[in-house]
């Protein structure tokens, strides 16, 4: 079966389990509307440059990467983005300066993207050409699924503890799962290039 497949696949499962959890609990766009209106007091065209930040921060890097790609230490760079996008979210929870908080946001996206396409051409290179369409429609269902849930999420967190709780909850959250990955899954760590692991058997 190929979810057995994938779920007995350790560096498999890490990389889209990462994916997965990082996108759930980085639902911080669904609070923008808050921020901006109560907390930053920016108003309508505020919001729409606080909407825009992550994409320009996640451009930017898609130029960098296409540039200079990562050539070695992938796995503490996938590691590495996605604690850069849990501090971003921490941040900016706290920040009262909308300058600063634009900023976090930019990172924010930039830390989301070079951590994204590094697990996306890991995911790749390691699966069999056979399944690899199966395998990649997983993945893409698990993160479409975590955004889904990820704006659900910061909903329900900021009815609890406020806009700004639910931005440095998110935050803390994805820097602990980071760490636990970290731990848990020392081959991800010792990545040197995502475009070069090689093939992994899946079953059909």
Known sequence: MLFRSILGNRLLFSTMSLDLL??????LTALLPIFARDILEIGPWGLGVLRSAPSVGALVMAVILSRFPV??????????????????????????NAVLSILFLFFFGAGDTISQVNRKTLMQVMTPPE????????????????NQ??????GMTAAWFGAVGSAVFGG?????????????????????????????????
């Open 71 to 96: 050539t070695r230490s992938a796995g503490y760079v996938i590691l590495g983005g996605a604690a850069v996008y849990g501090m971003a979210s921490v941040f900016f929870g706290v920040s009262e």
């Open 22 to 27: 990082a996108t759930f609990f980085g639902g």
């Open 149 to 154: 849930l990820g704006q659900f999420e910061s």
């Open 131 to 146: 399944v690899l369409g199966r395998v990649s429609a997983v993945n893409s269902l698990s993160t479409m699924m975590g």
């Open 172 to 204: 803390v959250a994805v820097l602990a799962m980071v760490g636990i990955w970290a731990w848990r899954y020392p081959e991800l760590r010792r990545i040197e290039r995502a475009d070069t692991v090689g093939v992994v058997p899946v079953s059909m």
